[in-house]
């Protein structure tokens, strides 16, 4: 098993404890230009994408973010690190570290990072297969893919002995 499946279960392991019961995480997919959004459930069963936030300051973004985590009752972060495809981080991973490490200074919440290998690949065939403008699918694609990691972390919280 590749080191890095190892530290997911652990951040994740350390996510449920950390966040209280009956309340909600929130997905992201982090771009250089934008960011996908997804919520899940109360039960953290179900992943659903809600927006797309299309970057400028992070004191912007971040107003954005605050209101939703209140809107929603949100108790942790999931965020999808960029791995290479070889399993090692990149330039794209030091830059979603920094936005996670950022997040968290300003929402003290519990926060985990979920493999995204091939998210964005996976939502865009699927558009494309639903047969999706390209316009249409230039709109979905990041909240959509924020919702395919989020829901991949909240199938492996399923899978996970409490």
């Known amino acids: 098993m590749p080191a890095h499946l190892f530290d ?7 996510l449920r404890q950390d966040t209280p019961p009956g309340q909600r995480l929130l997905g992201f997919d982090v771009g250089s230009k934008t960011l996908g959004l997804a919520l899940s459930d109360s039960r953290l069963v179900i992943a659903t994408p809600i927006e797309t936030i299309h970057r400028s300051r992070f ?5 954005r973010i605050s209101t939703l985590v209140s809107e929603h009752h949100i108790g942790g972060f999931i965020v999808g690190l960029p791995l290479n495809m070889n399993g090692s981080e990149g330039p794209r991973c030091q830059s979603v570290r920094a936005f996670a490490s950022n997040l968290t200074a300003h929402l003290p919440l519990p926060l985990a ?50």
């Open 8 to 14: 997911i279960d652990t951040e994740l392991t350390a």
């Open 59 to 63: 004191s912007d973004d971040i107003v």
């Open 113 to 162: 990072f979920w493999d995204e290998r091939l998210s964005t690949a996976v939502v865009t065939r699927t558009l494309i297969e639903a047969d999706a403008s390209r316009k249409r699918r230039q709109i979905l694609v990041d909240k959509m893919a924020a919702a395919y990691i989020l829901q991949g972390a909240l199938d492996r919280l399923g899978q996970m002995v409490p």
